[in-house]
Each structure stands twice: as structure tokens, then as C-alpha cells.
């Protein structure tokens, strides 16, 4: 079964560092997502993405946060200098963006800011 | 805006009997989609089930089935036949069709099978 993969699946930096997650959607899927969920939280939307732009964000997904889709495959997801309260597990999620427009997520990569 | 509420943090339920997870969900939007979605305790979100606000009968897929009441803005999950490896954290989730689909999250309900 086609599924979305995420790398790191954990990443330990310090606070102010850049980090990067990355994420591979499923292949035929047209829409992006990125969401993050601090521990013992709701699932929050970050931002959605399709035809290589941003089609939505939230009050989350300040300027310390940007997206890209480098080459046709990957999804990525980078904070410019992270923040002690962006420690989260971040999920990155797929969709045709047709029909129920169900979301495929991946397992998440979970981020810690020391 | 939407909203969509889980108020039963955690449950306790015995093999191989159902349970019922509440949500309810507010929107004046006529169309959206419900979803749920289960996280067990290795974290990744799996799928579980849909129900389009169109859709005239309540959706089931396996032991799964949604309990679909419009009026009461409510979208209760019935898992049927409980098993241990249903133990796991439960999330109600809602779309809007006018708001790019993307899924809005209730704070989930924490199920706990015993055997």
C-alpha cells in the first residue's frame, strides 16, 4: 500500500538552529500537508501546498517557517531558527484532493529543541 | 470556523465488547467531510473511516462504523468488538469543502483495552 515517508523520524538540535524534515508524499497525490502536534495536544494544521505554492497556512506557520517541493518528489519542511516551544512531533500528509480527500499521513518525525 | 469537540479524554473497555467515541462538530458550512483517525502508541495518524455531509447512511468499514446525526452536529465513532490492539488514541477530524480541505482535529480520546 502507497504511503508517505518522513525523515528524521526524531532530530535533536539546539535552539536558534535551522531544521529541515522531509517528507516523500504519495506519488500520484496532488495536495500537501504539514501538521504538528506538541505532546499531549490536538493535531494542528500548519500548511497546505499544491501546484507548488502555498495554498493555506495557519497563525502557526510564521516567517521562522517555509516549505518547498525542490524536485517533484520531496516535500520539506524547514524552521529557520527553532524556537524551545517547536519541539513537537511534525506529520506530513498526502492527498488526492479529490472526492473524501482523505489524508494519507506519515509517521511523523518527532522534533526536540533543546 | 469550524469546530469539532471530543469530550471523553480516555476509556476503558473490555475485549471483545464495543465502544462509542463522541464527537460532535460545529460549522455552518452545508459541506464537509468527517473523519477518523486512530494513533497508537508508535504515533503515526492511520485512517479509519468517512462520512461525507451529504451522504443519506451512516459509513462503516469493518468494525468500524460512524454514527452520523446532522441535526445534533454529531459524528460518533462505534468500534465494535474490541481488541487489544484497538488500544490507541482516537481523533475526530472535520473538512470544509470552502476551506481547501485541510482537517481541523478534536483533542481525541484516549481507549484502553483490557483483556
Known amino acids: 500500500e502507497p504511503e508517505v515517508t518522513q525523515t528524521p523520524s526524531h532530530q535533536v538540535t539546539q535552539m536558534g538552529q535551522e531544521v529541515i524534515l522531509r517528507c516523500v508524499p504519495i506519488s500520484n497525490h496532488l495536495y500537501f500537508y504539514w501538521y504538528r502536534q506538541i505532546l499531549g495536544q490536538k493535531v494542528e494544521f500548519l500548511v497546505s501546498f499544491y501546484n507548488n505554492e502555498i495554498s493555506e497556512k495557519s497563525e502557526i506557520f510564521d516567517d521562522q517557517f517555509s516549505v518547498e517541493r525542490p524536485d517533484g518528489s520531496n516535500f520539506t519542511l524547514k524552521i529557520r531558527s527553532t524556537k524551545l516551544e517547536d519541539s513537537a512531533m511534525y506529520f506530513c500528509a498526502s492527498s488526492t484532493g479529490f472526492g473524501a480527500n482523505v489524508l494519507t499521513f506519515g509517521a511523523g518525525s518527532r522534533l526536540t529543541v533543546l | ?115
Not at chain 2, 468527517?34 to 451512516?58: A, R
Open chain 2, 1 to 115: 470556523a469550524q469546530k469539532i469537540t471530543q469530550t471523553q479524554p480516555g476509556m476503558f473497555v473490555q475485549e471483545k465488547e464495543a465502544v462509542t467515541l463522541d464527537c460532535t462538530y460545529d460549522t455552518s458550512d452545508p459541506s464537509y467531510g468527517l473523519f477518523w483517525y486512530k494513533q497508537p502508541s508508535s504515533g503515526e495518524m492511520i485512517f479509519l473511516i468517512y462520512q461525507g455531509s451529504y451522504d443519506q447512511q451512516n459509513a462503516t468499514e469493518g468494525r468500524y462504523s460512524l454514527n452520523f446525526q446532522k441535526a445534533r452536529k454529531s459524528a460518533n465513532l462505534v468500534i465494535s468488538a474490541s481488541q487489544l490492539g484497538d488500544s490507541a488514541m482516537y481523533f475526530c477530524a472535520m473538512s470544509l469543502q470552502a476551506a481547501g480541505n485541510k482537517l481541523t482535529f478534536g483533542g481525541g480520546t484516549r481507549v484502553l483495552v483490557k483483556p
